[in-house]
Every structure is written in C-alpha cells, then in structure tokens.
Nanobody, 127 residues
Framework: QVQVAESGGGLVQAGGSLRLSCTAP????????VGWFRQAPGKEREWVSC????????YYADSVKGRFAISRDNAKKTLSLQMDSLKPEDTAMYFC????????????????????WGQGTQVTVSS
C-alpha cells in the first residue's frame, strides 16, 4: 500500500508562515501531478493549489494566490506548500494528493480527484 504523509502543520499567529511537506517514497512520484486541498470544520474539502509533474506549471485558488507557493522535488519525492501571510480563515486540515486522474490546468474537485491522499495535517491560525 502506498503511503503518503504530510507534515509541518501547527499553530501560528495571523501574519505568520508555515511550510507543509508531503512525501510519497513508494511512488514513481515524478509521473504525477500533485496538489493540496484543505477542509475546515463543517465545510467541504476545497482545492488550494496544484503543480504539474515537472513542477513548471502551478495554479492557485484565488483565496491563497500571492501568499502560498507550491513546489516539488522529484528526486526526493517531496511536495511542499509554503504558506505566508496566514489568515485565520486559512485554518483547516490540509491534505496533499498525488493524482492519477487530473492534470494541473486549473482548480480540482475533491470528489473527482483520484489518486493517493495523505491523512492530513492541521493548520490553525490565531487572530
């Protein structure tokens, strides 16, 4: 079974930064587009960002554009999300996905994005 693991979540004050990481050592990581979703309590899982298999193409949700940056290191089979200027509304569980069903050409739906999902890492931003 393929294991995908996120790390880097935590509690931070508004305006602060966090860097999330996601590793998938058992996958041919470089073959797949990757992305991040988040889910706040009582809300649907929403797409945050994606990167193409090479990492040269990236997209962001409007709510995080200019504040978050997605990157990947295919040699290390690692995906990252640098989150700056965090806001209380960024509070959510963050999930990475290595997708087998989507390309990074815009937003993704959590319902239709198939692939390898991590278990999530909690990000809490205090005001």
């Amino acid at each position: 079974q393929v294991q995908v693991a996120e790390s880097g979540g935590g509690l931070v004050q508004a305006g602060g930064s966090l860097r999330l990481s996601c590793t998938a050592p058992g996958l041919t990581f470089a073959n797949y587009p990757v992305g991040w979703f988040r889910q706040a309590p009582g809300k649907e899982r929403e797409w945050v960002s994606c990167a193409s298999s090479t990492g040269r193409t990236t997209y962001y949700a409007d709510s995080v554009k200019g504040r978050f940056a997605i990157s990947r290191d295919n040699a290390k089979k690692t995906l990252s999300l640098q989150m700056d200027s965090l806001k209380p509304e960024d509070t959510a569980m963050y999930f990475c996905v290595i997708t087998t069903s989507a390309i990074c050409s815009g937003s993704w739906s959590a319902r239709t994005t198939a692939g390898y999902w991590g278990q999530g890492t909690q990000v809490t931003v205090s005001s």
